[in-house]
């Protein structure tokens, strides 16, 4: 079964730090995209970072950026000089590709900015 | 601007009734989703659909069903409503097979209370 994990239920962070977030998953396939979405409280789903599998390089996005481990089927995300903003759930997601684009979702990390 | 459009914010339904929950995506996309998400299980499948009038279960599709009878428009229906399905539910579209980007892009969400 293809499944994702995310460890840390909740996170507390100090404005201006850094902070990671876990993500594990499992898969048997070999070509596969990797997501972490953020909600914020206004409920909106919008994507942080993506990875293709078939890419070594690390992806980053500004303050984003991602540990991509193929190997230990990891993908942390790494958010530096946390904002307030940055206050939401954030959730790592897994696609296999193919057809169907079926998209599964970790359990979240609810990350908390504290000024 | 790419817009995924959720019928409704809110939502109160008598146990027993018949429940449409509409999603519509201006994108063209081929893939649409119907997720429910409660505190500490994350976002869980229950339906999906990669193109017309085709789709497949998710993890959790016992008690709902779902029309894509327009590439636009996918719906959620709760044939017999029940106060377990009180919920948050989240429509998503993605582009189909191929694409190499299968970002996926959510509506506002609906928040459904059964009583």
């Known amino acids: 079964a293809q499944t994702v994990t995310q460890s840390q239920p909740e996170m507390s962070v100090q404005e201006a730090e850094t902070v990671t977030l876990s993500c594990t998953y499992d898969?048997?396939?070999?070509?596969?995209?990797l997501f972490w979405y953020k909600q914020p409280p206004s409920r909106q789903m919008i994507l942080v970072i993506r990875?293709?599998?078939?890419?070594?390089q690390n992806a980053t996005e500004n303050r984003f950026s991602v540990n991509f481990q193929k190997a230990a089927k990891s993908f942390s995300l790494k958010i530096s000089d946390s904002q307030l903003g940055d206050t939401a759930m954030y959730f790592c997601?897994?696609?296999?590709?193919?057809?169907?684009?079926?998209?599964?979702f970790g359990t979240g990390t609810l990350l908390a900015v504290q000024p | 601007d790419v817009k995924v459009t959720q019928s409704s914010r809110y939502l109160v339904k008598r146990t027993g009734e018949k429940v449409f929950l509409e999603c519509v995506q201006d994108m063209d996309h081929e893939n649409m989703f119907w997720y429910r998400q409660d505190p500490g299980l994350g976002l869980r499948l229950i339906y999906f659909s990669y193109d017309v009038k085709m789709k497949e279960k998710g993890d959790i599709p016992e008690g709902y069903s779902v029309s894509r009878e327009k590439k636009e428009r996918f719906s959620l229906i709760l044939e017999s409503a029940s106060t377990n399905q009180t919920s948050m539910y989240l429509c998503?579209?993605?582009?189909?097979?191929?694409?190499?980007?299968?970002?996926?892009?959510f509506g506002q969400g609906t928040r459904l209370t059964v009583v």
């Open positions: 898969t048997s396939e070999n070509n596969y995209y």
């Open positions: 990875q293709e599998a078939y890419k070594q």
């Open positions: 997601a897994f696609t296999p590709g193919g057809a169907t684009n079926k998209l599964i």
């Open positions: 998503a579209s993605s582009q189909g097979q191929g694409s190499g980007y299968t970002e996926a892009f």
